[in-house]
Nanobody, 123 residues
Framework: QVQLVESGGGLVQAGGSLRLSCAAS????????MGWFRQGTGKEREFVAA????????HYADSVKGRFNISRDTAKNTVYLQMNSLTPEDTAVYYC????????????????WGQGTQVTVSS
């Protein structure tokens, strides 16, 4: 029963930055987590980052550690993904999702997904 809408994608040069937003329509359980996944053309959807709605603890994929930052604004029911030092390897459709399980790096832990926003990094 959660509606998720991503925004902020676009075209950026290598080394540049983008900030993605994910707006949720309703209240999130304190025990839930919000995550970002991405899927490049012809590739499997992969975990990027996740954040606990309550407390704000975070977890990142090794490929984005030190470059990406996930955050949330509980008052706005919104999660963000700040992406820095982008490379063409980051080109993908980025999806926001809500997890109710503990295995946040797996798509199976998520029960609600946004439609995705395209991020393209040129070289």
């Amino acid at each position: 029963q959660v509606q998720l809408v991503e925004s902020g994608g676009g075209l950026v040069q290598a080394g540049g930055s983008l900030r993605l937003s994910c707006a949720a329509s309703g209240r999130t359980f304190s025990s839930s987590r919000m995550g970002w996944f991405r899927q490049g053309t012809g590739k499997e959807r992969e975990f990027v980052a996740a954040i606990n709605w309550s407390g704000g603890s975070t977890h990142y994929a090794d490929s984005v550690k030190g470059r990406f930052n996930i955050s949330r604004d509980t008052a706005k029911n919104t999660v963000y993904l700040q992406m820095n030092s982008l490379t063409p390897e980051d080109t993908a459709v980025y999806y926001c999702a809500r997890a109710v399980g503990a295995f946040i790096t797996s798509t199976r832990a998520y029960d609600s997904w946004g439609q995705g926003t395209q991020v393209t990094v040129s070289s």
